[in-house]
């Protein structure tokens, strides 16, 4: 599992969002700049605050014309009821078995829990920034607003 670092190509993937479609990276390819948050559970206390952190900054990120996508190995349905609850006006992405996660690098807490991990894509579908934090959900937000916003130059913080 190699690290993904800024400057390298974001590898494509399709995953089912919350209503069962399959979604694809490449989709936005060319056309916007994309947020894919790695989570680990739904409705957890961490993972509420930074959802819920996207959910409130989500008209700055459409300024920015950016699409957000979380994704954790949770089900379509769980998905679906975290949303709900939470009204988030974004997509979250079912990774069961977590395929995914593993071709971004994102590494297990304690080799146990799965990883929290930000990453800003750019609209080449190039990595612009990093952010890797179990601790610090909601700096996740902030850390793709100043990539997102030309604030910060592309870095990979773990």
Do not use: W
């Not at 060319?30 to 008209?59: H, I, L, M, Q, W």
């Not at 009821?81 to 009204?87: C, D, G, V």
């Not at 992405?93 to 071709?103: A, E, I, N, P, T």
């Amino acid at each position: 599992m190699a690290e993904l670092k800024p400057g390298n190509a974001a590898p494509d993937f399709e995953l089912p969002d919350q209503n069962g479609k399959i979604v694809r990276l490449s989709d936005y390819r060319g056309n916007r700049p994309v947020v894919v948050y790695f989570y680990p559970k739904d409705d957890t206390s961490g993972c509420t605050v930074e959802a819920c952190g996207f959910r409130d900054d989500f008209d700055k990120f459409r300024d920015l014309d950016a699409e957000i996508i979380g994704i954790s190995g949770d089900s379509t349905e769980s998905h679906g009821r975290f949303i709900s609850k939470y009204q988030l006006p974004f997509t979250l992405l079912s990774d069961k078995g977590g395929r995914v996660r593993k071709l971004y690098g994102v590494k297990k807490t304690l080799g146990i829990i799965p990883g929290r991990a930000t990453f800003v894509i750019d609209k080449a579908g190039v990595v612009r920034h990093v952010f890797s934090s179990q601790s610090q959900p909601a700096r996740h937000v902030e850390e793709a607003l100043a990539a997102l916003s030309g604030a910060g130059q592309p870095r990979s913080q773990t």
